[in-house]
């Protein structure tokens, strides 16, 4: 009878046991593993690059010299950016854009980046036509409209700060993207610098991913809208 008590206790100390460390193992499963990306060579950049069709807006008479480029700024700098027509301003990926959010924000300037990008929204077969600018100041602010295939956007409509060249920035990034919404793109433009030398770039959310997951996050590289607006106070 001794014997059978004795067997009993054991076999229920044990369960208990078992039991205890089924919860203990569960407690200390690790967190999740971060993903972790193998570094790429320039061509694997490119190619990856290309299987997303980053480049299915590139010229093919400029396609080698536009892959090229891109290989090299990665391989030699680290740095996400293409090549440049010529002795212009202009990027030969018709994705990639240089702002001057100075020239931007005065008189004149957001017809003249419109024009710019109108190259790229017929290249992706959209419309983006722009007209009835109209424009309302004194001396301490300025109201600025402008419409975009009928719609009208604000361009400017504050005081006058030293915030003026960033919100003319936001305000045209996020007329285009609402634009490019409208006619059911997956494309959007998105926020890279905004000065003397500003940029911005036209991306999927997955050409948008592979970059941020094989370049350095650091200001040179594009950030969803909502993000670089917190990160420079607009």
């Known amino acids: ?34 993903e972790v990306f193998k570094k790429l060579d320039g061509k694997q950049i490119v190619d990856g690059l290309d299987k997303l ?18 290989e090299k700024s990665y391989k030699d700098f680290n740095f996400f950016q293409g090549p440049m027509r010529g002795e212009t301003l202009d990027f030969m990926d018709n994705r990639y854009f240089w702002v001057d959010c100075e020239e931007l924000f005065e008189i004149g300037g957001l017809t003249e980046y419109l024009g710019q990008v109108q190259r790229t929204f017929r290249k992706l077969g959209l419309k983006l036509e722009y007209e009835n600018e109209k424009s309302s100041q004194d001396d301490i602010s300025w109201k600025h409209t402008i419409e975009l295939n009928g719609n ?23 007329m285009l993207n609402a634009e490019l919404r409208l006619q059911g793109s997956n494309e959007q433009f998105y926020p890279i610098n905004c000065a003397n030398d500003g940029s911005f770039v036209l991306l999927t959310v997955q050409q948008l991913m592979f970059v941020n997951s094989h370049y350095p996050i650091n200001d040179n590289n594009p950030q969803i809208l909502g993000n670089w607006k917190n990160a420079v106070g607009l």
């Not at 069709?53 to 891109?70: G, H, N, Q, R």
């Not at 009208?152 to 060249?165: C, G, K, M, N, P």
Request: proline content about 3%; overall charge negative; charged content about 30%.
């Open 1 to 34: 009878m001794k014997h059978l008590l004795f067997l009993v206790l054991i076999s229920i100390f044990l369960g208990c046991n078992s039991k205890k460390n089924d919860a203990s193992s569960k407690i200390r499963n690790p967190n999740p593993k971060k």
């Open 152 to 174: 009208e956007y604000v361009a400017y409509d504050e005081q006058f700060s030293d915030s003026d060249w960033g919100i003319a920035y936001v305000n045209l990034l996020e």
């Open 53 to 70: 069709d980053y480049f299915k807006l590139t010229d093919s008479i400029e396609l080698d010299a536009v892959k090229a480029d891109f």
